[in-house]
């Protein structure tokens, strides 16, 4: 992932896209002008001991690559919620955008890799912050045909926001958030996963009266997966309809779970001054106001 970027961070630095074919322009434009890919530590002591238990954390492809900042922060509330954090060296892809593409031989590759990884660690559950990749994680009993430890660790599969509401994290004091917030439900955590409270509890507990629900908030933004690549047609239509929504909601910060619809709905805000956050760098941010 790292060598398949480093030629679109260059071309994107240099202001070339504009030059090269569309095929090429439109996976340039989602790229985020920020993208930080500082790796975790191995493990990460909870904030205060002795610790409630200890959980794994997958990094993930695209958030390791480019959300390295937003990885960081989710570690840190999981630290913060009492836990202390395994991040297994070597574990792999999900196997999430092999499966999209049809190779699954290699998506059940990646899959027994990342059991494997995980089996070397006593942990209460496998927490993971983007929505595809949970999709995927929570499905690798059927994925592997009910291997008995695919199933296992499936069944250990959490997305963040559920894990952090099942831990009672909500509940903390956070400080009220100064502008109108909405939540863009990812596809991948409101369908497969069912997915749709939890995120929000979070957001309204940092939000409160400024919170306000978006209109058609589960209706797919354009990502998809690999989707905006594949389809960028119906996919800018997608997006064009995601942004109208969010502009007359009159929110200025909207928050997410998944990095392709972070990417997708930057791309469609550019230039209406609406700020679009992971809900793991909503919190920090907010914590990091209370503490100040």
Excluded at 69 to 78: C, E, G, M, P, Q
Excluded at 190 to 197: D, G, L, V
Aim: with cysteine.
């Amino acid at each position: 992932m790292k060598l398949a970027l480093g030629p679109a961070r260059v071309a994107k630095a240099l202001g070339i896209a504009r030059f090269l074919p569309a095929a090429f322009r439109e996976p340039l434009r989602l790229l985020p002008e920020k993208m930080d890919s500082t790796p975790l530590p191995e493990i990460s002591p909870a904030t205060k001991q002795p610790a409630k238990g200890t959980v794994g954390f997958v990094r993930g492809c695209v958030m390791s690559v480019m959300f390295g900042d937003t990885n960081a922060a989710s570690v840190r509330l999981l630290n913060e919620a009492g836990f202390d954090v395994v991040v297994p060296q070597d574990q792999e892809c999900c196997g999430a955008l092999f499966a999209h593409s049809g190779r699954m031989e290699m998506a059940r590759d990646y899959a027994r890799r990342n059991i494997r990884a995980f089996a070397k660690h006593k942990l209460d559950a496998i927490v993971i912050n983007a929505a595809g990749c949970g999709s995927t994680l929570k499905e690798y009993g059927h994925l592997l045909d009910g291997e008995e430890s695919a199933e296992k660790f499936g069944g250990m599969v959490k997305d963040l926001t559920e894990f952090l509401v099942a831990t009672g994290f909500a509940g903390r004091k956070f400080a009220v958030w100064p502008e109108q917030v909405t939540y863009h439900d990812a596809c991948h955590l409101a369908h497969p996963q069912r997915i749709t409270k939890q995120p929000r509890e979070l957001v309204k507990a940092v939000a409160g009266a400024n919170y306000v629900e978006l209109p058609e908030a589960d209706v797919c933004c354009g990502s998809a997966g690999t989707y905006n690549l594949t389809e960028p047609e119906m996919a800018e239509a997608l997006q064009k309809r995601k942004v109208q929504n969010i502009l007359s909601s009159g929110a200025k910060t909207i928050v997410t779970t998944n990095p392709g619809c972070i990417m997708q709905i930057r791309a469609g805000l550019k230039e209406n001054g609406v700020r679009v956050m992971h809900i793991a760098d909503f919190l920090v941010e907010a914590m990091k106001t209370t503490d100040a």
